[in-house]
């Protein structure tokens, strides 16, 4: 049986790894608009430290890094600019 104090302990852990998540979309979606390559970013430590794999799956489909994605492929058709020779 959950006391008041673990349910408010884990409410506010709760809290506190969405906020986590958060900072790293930003984090993520801003990294993709200046260009940069997402399995780039996801190998900064900003992004490795902060998140289990779980949470980075998680991170990975919000709509915020999936529109930030989606541009950033339609540029590179724009530009036929496909990084192949990287």
Same mark, same amino acid.
């Given at each position: 049986m959950s006391t008041f104090k673990d349910k408010l302990q884990k409410f506010m852990?709760? #809290? =506190?790894t969405d906020a986590v998540e958060e900072r790293v979309i930003e984090y993520v979606t801003?990294? #993709?608009?200046n260009g940069r390559k997402l =399995?780039?970013?996801l190998k900064d430590p900003?992004?490795?430290?902060?998140?289990?794999e779980e949470k980075l799956a998680k991170v990975l489909e919000n709509p915020e890094v999936m529109d930030a994605l989606e541009e950033q492929i339609a540029v590179s058709f724009q530009k036929r600019e496909f990084g192949f020779s990287d």
């Open positions: 852990d709760e #809290l =506190a801003k990294e #993709l608009a =399995a780039e970013i900003y992004v490795k430290n902060r998140l289990s």
